[in-house]
């Protein structure tokens, strides 16, 4: 799910969104997206668009 804002989100759901520098983020409200997906800066990714 892609969000605007952090506050958007609630804790521990897993989300998108676009950083300051314009890239998108994966991201967890009030967690560890690396820890929460086992994964780490720099990792692959495939992203579908539907």
Avoid: D, N, W
């Amino acid at each position: 799910m892609l969000a605007h804002h952090y506050a958007e989100r609630g804790s521990g759901e897993p989300f998108l969104i676009v950083g300051s520098a314009g890239y998108y983020e994966i991201s967890v409200g009030q967690a560890s997206a690396a820890k929460l997906l086992g994964c780490a800066a720099g990792a692959p990714l495939e992203l579908t668009l539907l």
